[in-house]
């Protein structure tokens, strides 16, 4: 099989239906930069990486502004959740205590996800859309480690399961 030289995602472009709460979640919350706005329906955020000087609206996430919500993540098509890696499992933590003092509602974690080991917590934006904050363990994280956990088999297959 062909490999390409793909360097990572760049970025994720996702709905909102209000653009304004959606930047300042993403600015005050989450602590993204705001790269460049085009009225009325998107923006584009950095995570901070840029120096203020730089005129091109360098990106990791791209908002557009939509009439319709649809929060439905875990059994609709398109996108289930991004994933955005911080250094260590502390980093982990140190998010999660900031999203919680900020009153974010926390839908899974933090915790270990079997398949990879990974350290994660999911949030959920103004709008819905789900967002994995994540670190890699490694074989010293044993106790972490030890509570990695299998996501549960989604609530539709079993209802259509006969
Ligand atoms: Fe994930």
């Avoid at 789900?130 to 074989?139: G, R, S």
């Amino acid at each position: 099989m062909k490999r390409f030289n793909y360097r990572g995602v760049n970025h994720v472009h996702i709905n909102v239906t209000d653009l304004k709460k959606a930047i300042d979640f993403y600015t005050t919350i989450l602590g993204f930069k705001l790269a460049g706005r085009r009225d009325p329906d998107k923006a584009w955020l950095s995570f901070g990486q840029y120096s203020d000087t730089e005129k091109l609206w360098y990106h990791n996430l791209a908002l557009t502004e939509v009439p319709e919500r649809n929060d439905r993540y875990w059994d609709r098509s398109g996108l289930n959740h991004f994933a955005l890696e911080v250094e260590s499992p502390k980093d982990v933590d140190e998010i999660a205590d900031h999203l919680r003092t900020h009153g974010i509602k926390i839908i899974r974690g933090p915790g270990v996800h079997a398949e990879d080991m990974t350290y994660h917590v999911y949030v959920e934006d103004p709008d819905g859309n789900v967002i994995e904050v994540m670190a890699n363990t490694t074989e010293s994280d044993t106790e972490l480690r030890k509570s990695a956990q299998w996501a549960p088999v989604r609530k539709w297959r079993e209802l259509t399961r006969s």
